[in-house]
């Protein structure tokens, strides 16, 4: 008994195919409920009793045309030899588009099982199937299942297995074209034939006939078909001149033809559909004039759910930082190892304790992304916003990136892979880094608390993110006009049916991202932290300007002083000590040699050197700046650091820094991803100085003009 089995996951988008394959395998891939999340094909493990199964999920597509990356993909996987059986994926609810891809899979002769998914929304609809009369139809058995609720799983298995008992025994019908059609396709067959192509030898000859007849790129790609192109376009002109047929728009009415014979007599309504509750909603989410509002309100309450939501829990966080700091200087033996004190206290917990204290806020962001995901409003988000996209030079595909964008512009940058045209998904890419990713959100939780009225804190971070919409609008204009000219290519944007977010689904969405940024915490940026610890200790200065211990002695030897005036005296004695030697290590000497370039955007040497680690990733801003300033805590209710931004700084400036972050050169990982995806150094390279510039030259402008009218000089009662 064979062991070892490949299986394909084939289906449309939005067909919660992608469920399928976490609950057969037990992984986590991203699922969501809007076009392009799989835009490459994944791989799992999973057991039938004693067979070991790879399943294989291919990218979401309508057909095997190769009109786009994903349906090229797609194509690829399946001639590829190995598979030995394909699961294809079926929206129930929409079973007349759902069996033209079936038709076409038949056509490969590999045998196949069908999942009728989205059982419910089938049901709701009041569909029924006559499920035997189908089997018949398409060669294949047929299981009901509900990816999302693991419903039907479990027969899905078992029916596997039996299949997978009698792959041998397995007839798929032949789709017949007619007689004209089918003698084409025997000619070119029989062409294919006498080339013998070992590879493609378990593929019958008659599925690249009808590919080369239909015009397919992919097919035509293949090198052991190169040659045929004459005996192709022959017989192509026969069918025209002879019979009136276009090969290509003939085989899809054939295909649509069988589809309608096969649903008139086995998909039965038992009653009148009624206009759908997704419809409804659509009237008023996707009305031209009160859309474009309701998103921009759908984006201020995810800010204000997510500052609400996660200060509770920032509390708590911060809380633990703090204990754990005071118990290792509590237990750590008095005047010993002051050094790896120093750098555990300071540098480890000072840096990875102070990102890991805004964990609230990042999951609290992920959550809302993905009830917008899993809601469907996502789709309609897209399609609200292509209207406005186009002035910009782009296209409302171009959206969903963007917004992905927001949580992180690694996997953001990877969805762009869904966009069909080279310019429209270049120019994507080179603008993602303007939308505010979740690893700055720290920096605005730690800055607009210190600086900004609660009844304002929700509107500023809006504004900071609407901000680098714009901005990445702007940029994308100027590049269409210029270095990507050409008219956007048109498509079609699916909207799927609104469905409530199952909470497992959400979590499992939070987790992966969530898991993406402690794993940043652990390695880079404990790395990271540590290296800043040493740049910001060494060289140590041995002589002062100043006689500190003299002048301490002499604040301990003042009897008549108030206690707290004392404590206060000498507290400040040791921070000027402190900022004395710090201007002596490695981190105050390029802190002043780069004071001269951002002092004219209102930035000190702290801030000017806390920028070049977040080159390495966002969030060691605020490590950073913990450790600049001594302080464990460096949370947004961190009253050390809070009141040492508070003493250093103006809001105008608060501002001006959040405004740098947002719109300066992205983290390392996304320019690799960057550099990966286009190929191309020179156009990460080129992407990166270029934010930098915008950054830097809108900073200047800001402070500059702040500066003249006299705005955010003076801190707000708080």
């Known amino acids: 008994m064979r062991k070892n089995f490949r299986i394909a996951l084939a289906g449309n988008p939005n067909c919660a195919k992608t469920s399928i394959f976490n609950q057969l395998t037990g992984t986590r891939q991203h699922t969501g409920n809007y076009p392009g999340v799989t835009v490459e ?23 095997l045309s190769s009109s786009s990356p994903e349906e090229a993909i797609a194509f690829e ?20 588009r759902s069996f033209y891809l079936t038709t076409q899979l038949a056509e490969l002769h590999i045998p196949m099982l069908l999942a009728f998914n989205m059982s419910d929304e089938a049901d709701k609809k009041g569909l029924s199937f006559k499920i035997s009369e189908l089997e018949k139809y398409f060669g294949a058995r047929i299981v009901r299942t509900m990816g999302t609720r693991e419903s039907g799983i479990s027969e899905l298995r078992r029916v596997l297995a039996e299949e997978l008992e009698h792959l041998e025994e397995h007839d798929t019908p032949m789709l017949n074209y007619g007689d004209d059609v089918n003698d084409a396709i025997a000619v070119l067959a029989q062409a294919i034939e006498e080339r013998k192509i070992a590879r493609l030898a378990h593929i019958p000859t008659r599925f690249f006939a009808i590919k080369l007849l239909e015009g397919d790129a992919s097919v035509g790609k293949i090198a052991e078909l190169q040659g045929l192109e004459e005996l192709v376009s022959e017989q192509i002109r026969h ?24 649903c008139r007599s086995t998909v039965l309504v038992s009653h009148e559909r009624r206009r759908e509750i997704s419809e409804r909603i659509d009237s008023v989410m996707t009305n031209k004039y009160v859309a474009l509002p309701l998103f921009l309100l759908i984006m201020y309450l995810t800010f204000w759910f997510t500052f609400t939501c996660a200060a509770p829990m920032m509390v708590g966080i911060d809380s633990a930082f703090v204990a754990l700091s005071n118990a290792i200087q ?21 840096g990875v304790g102070g990102v890991l204290s805004f964990l609230p806020n990042i999951l609290m962001l992920f959550l809302a992304i993905a009830f917008l995901e899993d809601s469907g409003y996502m789709a309609r988000a897209a399609f609200v916003m292509d209207g406005l996209m186009r002035r910009f030079g782009l296209h409302g595909k171009s959206f969903i990136p963007l917004v992905l964008g927001f949580g992180c512009t690694v996997p953001a940058v990877l969805a762009t892979r869904s966009i069909e045209s080279v310019k429209d998904r270049t120019t994507t890419i080179m603008v993602l880094p303007f939308m505010s990713c979740g690893a700055r959100l720290p920096i605005y939780s730690l800055f607009i608390p210190a600086f900004f009225l609660p009844q304002h804190q929700t509107f500023t971070l809006w504004s900071i993110y609407i901000i680098g919409v714009l901005v990445a609008m702007l940029a994308a204009r100027m590049m269409k006009k210029t270095l990507f000219k050409g008219d956007g290519e048109v498509y ?16 499992i969405h939070v987790w992966e991202r969530t898991k993406m940024y402690l794993s940043k915490a652990g390695t880079v940026i404990l790395l990271a932290s540590v290296i800043l610890f040493l740049a910001n200790t060494f060289p140590r200065k041995q002589s002062f300007a100043r006689d500190y211990a003299a002048e301490k002695a002499v604040l301990q030897q003042q009897g008549d002083l108030d206690e707290q005036v004392r404590q206060t005296g000498l507290r400040q004695l040791e921070l ?14 390029v802190g002043q040699i780069l004071a001269p370039l951002f002092r004219p955007i209102g930035f000190d040497w702290k801030v000017s050197t806390s920028l070049i680690g977040a080159a390495a990733a966002k969030e060691l801003f605020v490590s950073q700046l913990g450790i600049l300033y001594a302080v464990e805590d460096t949370s947004e209710e961190s009253l050390p650091l809070r009141q040492h931004l508070q003493r250093n700084y103006t809001p105008l400036q608060a ?9 300066t050169m992205p983290c390392v990982a996304t320019f690799a991803v960057v550099r990966r995806e286009l190929n191309s150094w ?33 801190l707000p009662p708080l």
Request: charged share 15%; net charge negative.
């Open 576 to 589: 000027e000590q402190q900022a004395e030697a710090m201007a002596y290590t490695v981190t105050g000497r």
């Open 682 to 714: 020179s156009m990460a390279i080129a992407q990166s100085v270029g934010m930098f510039l915008v950054a830097y030259i809108l900073t200047f402008i800001v402070y500059q003009t702040g500066m003249l009218l006299k705005i955010g000089q003076t």
């Open 330 to 350: 509590a237990v750590w033996p008095q005047g010993r190892w002051q050094f790896a004190e120093a750098l555990l206290v300071d540098g480890v917990i000072g």
């Open 239 to 262: 069918l025209n001149a002879r019979h009136a047929i276009n090969p290509e728009t003939f085989m899809a009415d054939c295909r649509y033809a069988l589809i309608s014979g096969a």
């Open 41 to 63: 094909s994944k791989r799992g493990i999973f057991t039938l009793g004693e067979r070991t199964i790879e399943l294989i999920d291919l990218p979401g597509v309508y057909s």
């Open 77 to 96: 996987e399946l001639i590829t030899p190995g598979i030995d059986l394909i699961i294809n994926v079926i929206d129930s609810s929409l079973p007349r």
């Open 655 to 663: 501002f001006c820094i959040m405004l740098f972050c947002l719109l």
């Open 492 to 507: 079609l944007l699916e909207l799927p049916p609104y469905r409530m977010p199952t909470v497992k689904s959400m979590l």
